[in-house]
């Protein structure tokens, strides 16, 4: 279960909670608005993941929140504008949020920030990521991006740069479609490419596979399923050592097209080490069963998996 990542529900350390981290082993917990009520309340359901794992001797999961700022805000008492408005007012803006972010999410004993997003949004009123992205030139989403992670993981808190490589010219939101994504010409490609080039340079700690096929790089699988995407390109090329993410699992862009057994087998041979399942429990546990059965019954899987968890170790 270590690569595999998973929301839950309720606002307690409950039982559920408590078997996911002791039965499944989950290798990391995702935090959304539903499991806040307040600050104490989060500082204290932290606290407790932490109390258990020590005295069950078990590894602490990485806990983990989307807190980009603006509409996707899940500590919702942290009040940072959206990156898209923080583009506007400039490198000193970003900061300031950056580190604002980084201090409340330690505080409340969260290891990783599921930011921020390095697409490029041309139009915030026709892209379905809205204002969530730093602007559309290239040059601009990678400086601030990088910004806002070096200045998070100076504070303590890992970041995961998202989606690769780049939602930027996805017409349909992945929540809902399987969409496919054309880059009209190799520079478009560039373009897109950049914002990662530059967050791989900046040493951060985590990047997100999108869900989005895309057909210049690899016209049968998307992103996530896809080597020549996740280790041809991401790994080889761009020279990233960090860990690989999934996107969420529980969307219908994956859900809905592709069977749990092949996800977790061609993610796992393309090189994508942590699976996200944010709102079924019993797709986590579905999840994690299909992943040992491909484990126990395929070498090739076995040893990228070992490698996964060698990347997972080496970066924690």
Known sequence: GVRVWSGFYGTTFSKELQELISKFRIGGLILFRRNIQSSEQLIELTRKISEYCAKKRLRKPLVAIDQ????????????????????????????????????????????????????????????????????????????????????????????????????????????????????????EMWDDFRPFEQAIRNKVWGIMISHARYDMLDPDMPALMSRTICTEWLRKRLGFRGVTLSDDLDMKAIKDHFDDRDVVRYATLAGVDCFLICNDIDHTVNVIEKLTQEIESDPDVRSHHLKAIERISQHT
């Open 68 to 187: 980009e700022g603006g509409e996707v805000r899940r500590l919702f008492f942290v009040d940072t504008k959206s990156p898209y408005e923080l583009a506007k007012q400039g490198e000193q803006a970003v900061s300031s949020a950056a580190y604002r972010t980084a201090i409340a999410l330690r505080e409340h004993g969260i290891d990783i920030n599921l930011a921020p997003v390095m697409d490029r949004v041309k139009n915030v009123k026709d892209h379905f990521m809205s204002t969530r992205a730093f602007g559309y030139d290239p040059y601009v989403v990678a400086e601030l991006g990088s910004l806002w992670i070096a200045i998070n993981q100076k504070h303590g808190i890992k970041c995961v740069a998202k989606h690769f490589p780049s939602l930027s010219h996805a017409k349909l939101d992945p929540h809902f479609y399987y969409s496919k994504i054309n880059w009209r010409v190799p520079q």
